[in-house]
């Protein structure tokens, strides 16, 4: 099960989240999400928990759960959204007559 965890602090480490987690069950992985920019967080990350038991279990227990001085969300993560690269449609495109 894919799970997302919003409205982290930004001293959050992934051995934080995986830590976390782990209470609930077995994690494969924890992903926080950093700036590319900056290198630093922006405040989400992604756990992945083989048993799905275990994960609903994880979400039911850690959403709007204060950690850290700030109530984080934790839900199913949606299905990445597929994307061809472009910023916008070619045929919306600004230079196109």
Known sequence: MNIYVSNLSFD??????????TQFG??????????????KSRGFAF????????????????????????QISVAVARPKEKSDGAPFSRSRSPWSN
């Open 47 to 70: 756990v992945e928990m083989p048993s799905e038991e275990e994960g609903k279990n994880a979400i039911r227990s850690l959403n709007d759960k204060e950690v850290e001085g700030r």
């Open 26 to 39: 077995t994690v494969t992985s924890a992903k926080l999400i950093n700036d590319k920019y900056t290198g």
């Open 12 to 21: 959050f480490s992934e051995a934080d989240i995986q830590n976390l987690f």
